[in-house]
C-alpha cells in the first residue's frame, strides 16, 4: 500500500434501472425509485475509485462501514453520480465523506469506511471458511 493522501477523491456514475429499484429489494408496491442499497453501492464505488491509484498489485480496499441518509427519491431513467474524498487514513483503514445526485438534487450523504486486504490472504481466509463445518444462524 502506497500512502494514500487526504483529500483524494473518487466518483462513481450509472443510469437507473428496473433492477437498481426499491421494488426490487423491498416491496414490489413501492414506487419505481432508485433503492438506498443502490446508492450505497455508487458511494463505495466511488469511495474505492478515490484509492485506486495507490493500492499495490494484489490488493483492494473493502467496504467495512456505512452510515448515510438518502435524502430524496430518484425515478428510473435519471443519472445518478455518487462522489467520495478522503478525509482520514489509519493505517489499513480508510475514512470517506460521500455524496451521491441525481440529475435534479442531491440525494444522498454520510461517511463511509474501507479496509485495504491482501486478496490473496482473503481467498485463504475464506477457503478455510468453506471447509470448516457449518454452523446454523
Do not use: C
Not at 25 to 45: G, H, Q, S
Not at 53 to 70: F, I, N
Not at 83 to 91: I, Q
Request: glycine share 8%; net charge neutral.
Amino acid at each position: 500500500m502506497q500512502d494514500i493522501p487526504l483529500g483524494a477523491k473518487g466518483s462513481f456514475a450509472m443510469l437507473v434501472g428496473p433492477s437498481h429499484l426499491a421494488s426490487q429489494f423491498k416491496d414490489n408496491i413501492l414506487p419505481p425509485v432508485f433503492a438506498t442499497p443502490m446508492m450505497v453501492l455508487i458511494m463505495e464505488n466511488a469511495a474505492l475509485n478515490a484509492v485506486r491509484q495507490y493500492l499495490d498489485p494484489g490488493e483492494s480496499a473493502v467496504g467495512t462501514k456505512v452510515d448515510v441518509t438518502h435524502m430524496a427519491a430518484t425515478p428510473v431513467g435519471h443519472r445518478v453520480r455518487a462522489e467520495a474524498e478522503v478525509v482520514g487514513v489509519a493505517g489499513r483503514q480508510i475514512q470517506f465523506r460521500v455524496a451521491a445526485w441525481d440529475e435534479a438534487e442531491q440525494i444522498g450523504a454520510g461517511t463511509h469506511e474501507r479496509m485495504i486486504v491482501d486478496i490473496e490472504r482473503l481467498g485463504k481466509r475464506l477457503a478455510g471458511k468453506q471447509a470448516a463445518p457449518s454452523r446454523r444462524v
